[in-house]
Structure formats: structure tokens, C-alpha cells
């Protein structure tokens, strides 16, 4: 029956619109239905399109996702290359991998985050997941290629179904740039090179002040032991651990008693030593430490922090870095040392600005880097289950491009998008011929240059062009010169002029060679 | 019942073998029948995993994606640094967007090619789809943020769910370098331009030989209309005009005729037209032919292809470029000029080691780059229709790749994967502190230097490093050096060795300043 009534309406929609009369024709409708089919109807049009039979798109980019403009990319470039600059310094080499891997190749990595996963949808053939982050599939690639040592960069997006807060930098596509240290090597120099590159890369971003918090897995599991942890809660006592740098003591006690199910005497043990912070000294002390001594997992992990904190200081780096009980991070895949860098300075405010989720302004910038150590991952795809020993390091890389568009922000700086040295101008009209024969000369020769898509701009459009994008020189063309077979150049800053030819003496004292335009 | 015998038979497997004999007194099961319940389990548990109860992964990427290793990696950022060096020549900015976009965002712009685009599954909330290529979403990026001109690049991976062959470069996941300029702008001035950059770009790369095949949309339709094509068959001949480099006219002919319905007359007409090649003369005298100048349409395409040519005149480019009225590119949402690189020498063989494809190595190398004029994409995504003409190009940069690689693998040159100047060594044992500082030195000085992450390393082992990765220099540290307050320096190639300290005299003329160092 609706079936007809769509028949009829449609064609009305379409301009036949029939009599309502012959509709009560039809015996057991009412007018209420109609109007009810009809609102249907108009509603389902509504979702096709307009009037005009178009389709109106949604224009936006997925939830948690943006385009990067190019003031954005710039920053971005700038911020890669301080971060690639160190990685090669540091004699890593970089490998990619595809954006998807099989599903299964990420099953049983991430815990709970797991359903944070974005699935490809099943069209026949493989099941696909998007990548979660870069370590697993470094694992994976290492199996699957048999490397038992490599050093290597990677950086790429990978994807997270997160609930996103865009202005604080967290988005559910998302940069990583890791650096990873594979191999079967003495204790704790790969380790300590790692926090070197952390140290190296925040100094240079010049994000203000910072701080390398350091521990170990195996001090914190030894730490739960001889508190009375038992051994099944000891990696849901560590996530709370982990929540001491967002909430205060009292209130991890209470989730450790009252939700964790733990007894006071061992959360207010845990409490005591999760206070601690210091340097080598602290890690001294608590070898001597009558219970801490007891585990000798504490003692092993212990060892190594006091072995790491004898190269950083080889390395100058001991300003930054704080021997830190508290620090717990939580991928459950950390076998050994575990490290994580923090702004100390409240930088501009990367929360104020998230209107979402003010409740948040008090917090610290948070976290911009991270990573440990990880022994039984490859071994987890390897067929034999060989282990490759690995430690790395993830540098937070969206966080610090919003500290970084604020501060561009902020500033007065201009932020140039294109390296565009020189435009090639014309004073006079019917002049595009010359034009392109000159900047095709410019780009043979190697510089960066452009021209107006137009026959005939105006002078004074072209030099607004250079001012707005920060263009430095612009080469003007008129008939004078054309008939002097010179080129007059212009500083746009200075307003500086000079004329530049082969028989041309230089009124000037700027030397117009090519390394003249490449010091632009 | 199967219940019963899974939990003997699996109490079996972990030793605790029950006798036959208890089995048999179940009543009404054959030994047959047991053995084919243990065959079934023993299946089961081989699919699960081996005795110890480990799950074997299939340590595979993705059909049709690829991981790069290091050395594909140092080819690929060659060749990426090409490229984009000459679109910033050219002045162009660069943007990205999101690896997925909104499913609708692509859907009904790539016609029958739909069916190739990689869904996300639906996990709740929007329906998303892996970007298909830059060109849409760049379009989505326009009408997005309401931008009317702009020069811009994009370097970024799509996906396409195609038949892949991937030894001659044909992925599921590849990279697209594109190059476009929208704006509303003077004829054929920004076209021209695009030209310029593949000129540049494949004289660049070194890839032998090539030619850009120029054609127009405009010139294709009022062929058609001048030959008899009934307007409802226009796309379906283009595309069958489109096989013209891959099959002979006589094929064609056949299919236009035979499969599409072509009147044989129409066919000979277009295929007298479609055999033509040449330059602006061309384009002349199809202006003057008494049928093709019945076409308005093609007559303000022969008239732009006229002034495309004498503005590549002044490029000094139209030696590779060539008017060929057989090129009829795919896409649909071409409207003016399309192009087309071909390299045209039988390079190294891209097909020839594809063990599954023999059949296509006498096929030429093929197209690596291409692209055209759309001025009408941006105004579907915008509300109201408002247009921005656009033109650009894409560099098929996997093809590039993959003739890179071979012909990388066929020279003698090693393609380093490091950029590591100087290795910090030691000539004997108990030197990790020494060598943890000299190298901490070097990282603050800006120098790419290494050590083995070893206590003792044999020197042996350390030179054998550098002459592996081509490291060519090494630090040298040993007793008597430190004694005496320096460090010996060799030079890996030629063994030649100084020693260099605050107050040492120089044995050989090598300069060892921080230039010295950037010279490696």
C-alpha cells in the first residue's frame, strides 16, 4: 500500500501534483496517513538533496582527524627536521610499513586499549587493522625478516578510536616518530642512549624547561612483592600507579584499598617508596634498603638505573633525568627500564583553549615523549619464539606542534609557507612572454621562483604578493630594461633596486650571483 | 558426546594418554570413529598452535603492501627529495589530509573504480573510506575552507583494492606525489607550467628517455561529435581510444564496433584522427580540417594546445612533449588538457623478473606521470556549486621506485642507509667510558657518530662495521692515545691515520676541523 501512495507523492513532488480528492478514493486511508507518508517522503528527499535534485555534502573531515594547512606543514616540517636531524645523528637508518596490518598481527598487543582498534571492513580476503603504533609492527618486521640488530627511525601516522580533545593534541590520527635500539648489547648503553635522543631533541625544540622521569618494571614488580602485593594484582596496582601524576596520593590509596581490593598496610608501603625521587644516590640507597633488598628483581632493576645514570653523566645528561618510583607507564609489553619526558613549564596553555574540557586547564602539559625497554615482543612473532632485545623511544610528536602553532601564534614571526626567493615581475603589460622566458631561466639555474598566472597583472599586485608570502626579491620587467637587455632587482624589504645585466655596471654594491640568491 | 571425548582425548595431549580399552566401553562408538574425533582435535590444535600452546602468527604483510627496508627507504628519500625540490622551485606550499575521509566525500567520483575503495568497518559513528587518491580530498580541502587559489603539493599513500603487481610497481598502498594549481587564471599559463615540472622531474631522476603526450578533453568530445559518435557514447569510446597504447587500432577498431556499436564508418573517421602526433603545426592544421572546425569545442581546445605549446617554447621543454590525439585519460573529471609521461626507452626491465606476468614484458615501461585540467571537481563539493578550475599533475612515483631499485641493485654503488661520519672505536679493552664521552662530544658538535653497544668490542669488529655501512671514519681510542691527550683518526678507505689533540703536531696534512667532518 505504501508502495502506491510513494507512486503518487513522488510524481505530486514532481510537479503532477494529483487532486487530493482521488486519493480518498482509495478505501480505508485517511488524511492522517497521508500527510504521515508524505512527511516520510519529504523527509527522505530532504536526505537526498535539495531541490534541485543535488546532493549536499557533509563537508568535514572524519571525527578526530584534520588537514594540516600549509602554515601548519611548515611547522610540521620544522619539526621533523629537528627531530630526523637527531635520529641520523644518532646513525639510525628508517624503514616504513603499511598503514594496515592483518588483524591478528595486533591481537593480544594492547590490553584493553584493544578496542580502540579501527578494523577495515570485511570486502572479501584478509581481515586489515589499521596500526595502533609503530613498536608492534617494528616487531613484526623483525620477525618476519629475521633481524636480530637494527637501529631505526620510523615515523607515520598510526590510529587510535580515542575519544579526541583536538586543541590539547590528542587526535585519533596521529603522528608517532620512534627510534629503536634492537639487539643483543651490553646493559643499559643502548638504554642510555635512547634518554641522550629525548634530551637532545627537547633541548633543541626549545619547548621550555623539562624532566626525564626514569624507572623500572622489575623495581616496581620487586616493589609490589615485598609490599604485599599479590602476584595477580600486580599490573592492576601499576595502572593505578600510574595515575599519580594526574590525581593526588589520598586518591590512589583509596582505589587501591577500595576498588583494587588491597590491604592498607601494603597500599601505604606502596606509599611510602612511590614518593621517592633522586638520582643515583637513591637508587644506592635502596640496594641497602632492608625490604627493597629482599627482591632481587628491585636489585637487578636498581643495578641497571645506577649503571645508566654512571653513562648519562658521560653523556651530560643528568640535569633533566629523575630517578622516579612513581613512574609506571602502561603498555604491558615494558620488561625493563621505562622512561617518560614531561614539560615542566606551564607552556601557554595548550588546555585553556579546549573549551571541552576546561575541568583540565590545571593539569601539566604532560607528557611529550616515552618508551622502556621491551625483551619479549619479536619473540611473540617469531615462530620459534627467538628474542630480540629492544628499548625505545616515542617522541609525542602532536603535542608539541600545538605548543608549537601557539608559540607561532603568539609570536611575531611570520611563518613563511613557500621558499619562494625571488617573483618575476612586470611594470608593463604584454610582457608574459619575457616573463616566462626569464623565471624558466631562474628555475634552470636551481632557484625558487615564481610568476603571476595572469597576461597582464598589475605592478602592484605582484609586490603585494611578495609581501604576503614573504617573497625577498622580485625581478622586474619593463621595456626600458628589455631594450638595456637588463633585469632590474628588487629588495622587497629594503626597496633597494638595482639593474642586473651583462654590460650593466652595478649601481649598487649588492653582488648579483647566484649565491646571492640562495643567501635569501 | 564429542564433549566427552574432547576432554579425554585433549587430557591424552597433555600426557595423561587414557588406554584404549576404557574407550571401548562406551557403548555404540567404533574405533574409527574415535580415531577420526582425534584426527579432528589433532587439526584443531595444529591450527591453534604447536605442543607448547603458542599461537603461530602468519608473518605477512597485507596483499598487495609492501615493508621498505632501509636501503629501499635511502631510494625513496632520494628520489622524494627530487621531486619536492622542484615543486618548491616552483613555489608550491604543501598540505595533507586525513589516510581516511568521509565515505560520501568519495563516493560517484570515480565511476566504475568505486568498487577498488577500501571501506572502514562500521564500529559505530561515521562510515569512512581509505582516500582513493590526493586529487578528491584536495577538492573536499578547497570547498572545505572556501579557498579559491592556491599552488600546492601533496606526497601521501592511497589505496586501491586492485589486482596488485608488485614487481612492476603496481601496490595495493603507494605513494601519489601531486602537483596542482587552482585558481581562476589566464590560459594554458599554469598548464604549461605543470608540464615544466614533469619535464624537470624525469630529466632530474635520470631515467632515460621520455615523452609527455598532450592532448585535450575539449579536442576528444568534438571528435567524436565530427565522426558521428552519438553523445550518449562519448565516455565509452574515450575509453576504449584509451587502450590505443596497449592495443593495435585494428582491436580497438573491433571493440568500438563490435562491442560498443560503433558505425563502422564513425570508427575509420576516428581512427584516421587518432594516428595523428605532432606540435603546434599540428594543431594548425586541424584548425584549418573542414570537419574537425565544424566543432566549437574542438576548436577552442586546438587553440589552447596552440598556446600551451608556444609557452613551452619558452620553457624550452617542447622537445619530450608531443600533441597526440590517441591519448584519452581515464577519469572522469577531466575537462581541458590531459597529459601523460611515458618513458620510452626498454628500461632494465621492470617487467621481465614479474615471474607471474611474462606475458607483459614486451609492454613498454609505461606511464609515470600524468595528469590534466578539472574545472569542475571543487564545485561539486561546494554548496553552492561556486567553481575553482584547477589543474595538476601526479608522479607515478612506485614505477620510479622500482626502476631505482634495480638499477641500484645493478650498479656497483652501495647505497648507504646511515649518514654516520665517524665511528667511535677502541683498540682495547676497558675503554666504554672514554668512548661514551668522545661520542657525546661529537652528537653536541652536530657530527653523526656511533659505537657499538659493547663493553669490549674487537677492534676488528668495529672496522668491519664501517666498511659494511661505509662509515668513513673512525675515531680510534687506546692507552697511549689517551696518555698523550688525543685521538687517532683513520680514514677507513685508504687506512691513512693521524693523531689529533689540543697540542698535538699534525703528521699528516688532513685537516681535522668540524668542515673536515661535514666533508665525509
Redesign the interface.
Do not use: C
Given at each position: 500500500m505504501l508502495g502506491m501512495f510513494c507512486v503518487r507523492v513522488c510524481s505530486g513532488l514532481m510537479g503532477f501534483r494529483a487532486a487530493p480528492r482521488s486519493l480518498h478514493s482509495f478505501p480505508g486511508i485517511t488524511v492522517a496517513q497521508i500527510d504521515e507518508e508524505v512527511a516520510k517522503l519529504l523527509q527522505l528527499k530532504a536526505q537526498i538533496g535539495g531541490d534541485d535534485g543535488?546532493?549536499?555534502?557533509?563537508?568535514?573531515?572524519?571525527?578526530g582527524?584534520?588537514?594540516?594547512?600549509?602554515k601548519q606543514?611548515a611547522i610540521?616540517?620544522r619539526v621533523f627536521s629537528t627531530i630526523i636531524g637527531c635520529f641520523?645523528?644518532?646513525?639510525?637508518?628508517?624503514?616504513?610499513?603499511?598503514?594496515?596490518?592483518?588483524k591478528?598481527?595486533l591481537t593480544?598487543k594492547y590490553g584493553e586499549d584493544s578496542k580502540l582498534i579501527?578494523?577495515?571492513?570485511?570486502?572479501g580476503?584478509?581481515l586489515?587493522s589499521?596500526r595502533y603504533d609503530l613498536t608492534v609492527p617494528f616487531a613484526?618486521?623483525l620477525?618476519?625478516?629475521k633481524i636480530t640488530n637494527?637501529?631505526?627511525y620510523h615515523i607515520a601516522?598510526v590510529?587510535r578510536?580515542d575519544n579526541p580533545a583536538m586543541t590539547r593534541g590528542r587526535y585519533r590520527?596521529f603522528y608517532q616518530c620512534d627510534f629503536d635500539?634492537a639487539?643483543q648489547?651490553?646493559a643499559m648503553?643502548?638504554d642510555?642512549?635512547c634518554l641522550?635522543i629525548v634530551h637532545?631533541i627537547l633541548s633543541e625544540l626549545d619547548l621550555g624547561d623539562f624532566r626525564i622521569k626514569v624507572n623500572d618494571r622489575r623495581i616496581l614488580d620487586g616493589m609490589f612483592a615485598v609490599c604485599g602485593v599479590p602476584y595477580d594484582k600486580f599490573r592492576t596496582i601499576c595502572s593505578t600507579v600510574d595515575k599519580l601524576d594526574k590525581m593526588p596520593w589520598e586518591d590512589v590509596r583509596k582505589e587501591m584499598v577500595n576498588e583494587k581490593g588491597l590491604s592498607e598496610e601494603a597500599a601505604d608501603q606502596i606509599g611510602e617508596y612511590v614518593s621517592l625521587q633522586g638520582g643515583m644516590e637513591l637508587a644506592e640507597r635502596l640496594l641497602q634498603d632492608q625490604k627493597m633488598s629482599l627482591s632481587k628483581q628491585a636489585c637487578a632493576g636498581l643495578s641497571d638505573i645506577k649503571l645508566l645514570f654512571s653513562?648519562l653523566q658521560?653523556?651530560?645528561a643528568t640535569d633533566k633525568v629523575v630517578f622516579d618510583l612513581s613512574l609506571a607507564r602502561g603498555l604491558d609489553y615494558y620488561t625493563g627500564i621505562i622512561y617518560e619526558a614531561v614539560l615542566t613549564q606551564a607552556c601557554v596553555s595548550t588546555a585553556s583553549t579546549d573549551a571541552q574540557n576546561g575541568a583540565e586547564e590545571s593539569v601539566s602539559v604532560g607528557s611529550v615523549a616515552g618508551g622502556g625497554r621491551y625483551d619479549g615482543l619479536v619473540g611473540?612473532?617469531d615462530?620459534k619464539?627467538r628474542k630480540v632485545p629492544c628499548v625505545g623511544v616515542s617522541i609525542g610528536i602532536e603535542r608539541i606542534f600545538s605548543i608549537m602553532e601557539q608559540k607561532a601564534e603568539a609570536s611575531a614571526e611570520k611563518v613563511r609557507?613557500?621558499?619562494?626567493q625571488v617573483m618575476v615581475a612586470s611594470a608593463q603589460k604584454n610582457l608574459?612572454?619575457e616573463r616566462?622566458?626569464l623565471v624558466?631561466e631562474l628555475?634552470?639555474a636551481?632557484?625558487?621562483?615564481?610568476l603571476m598566472?595572469?597576461?597582464n597583472p598589475k605592478l602592484l599586485s605582484q609586490l603585494q604578493h611578495c609581501e604576503e608570502s614573504g617573497i625577498p626579491l622580485v625581478a622586474i620587467l619593463g621595456e626600458q630594461e628589455l631594450k638595456d637587455g637588463v633585469v632590474k632587482l628588487r629588495v622587497v624589504a629594503s626597496r633597494e633596486e638595482m639593474r642586473h645585466g651583462p654590460n650593466q655596471e652595478r649601481t649598487h654594491q649588492i653582488d648579483v650571483s647566484k649565491n646571492w640568491f640562495w643567501s635569501f
Open positions: 543535488k546532493h549536499q555534502f557533509v563537508l568535514k573531515t572524519a571525527k582527524t584534520r588537514d594540516y594547512n600549509p606543514m610540521r616540517e641520523k645523528r644518532h646513525g639510525a637508518e628508517t624503514i616504513d610499513t603499511p598503514v594496515f596490518e592483518l591478528e598481527t593480544g579501527y578494523d577495515l571492513k570485511d570486502q580476503g584478509e586489515l589499521l613484526r618486521y620477525a618476519m625478516n637494527i637501529k631505526r601516522k590510529y578510536r590520527e635500539i639487539g648489547y651490553d648503553i643502548p642510555a642512549e641522550k637532545e653513562y658521560l653523556f651530560q611473540m612473532f615462530p619464539g609557507t613557500t621558499e619562494v608574459l612572454e616566462l622566458k624558466s628555475w634552470n636551481g632557484i625558487k621562483a615564481e598566472y595572469k597576461k
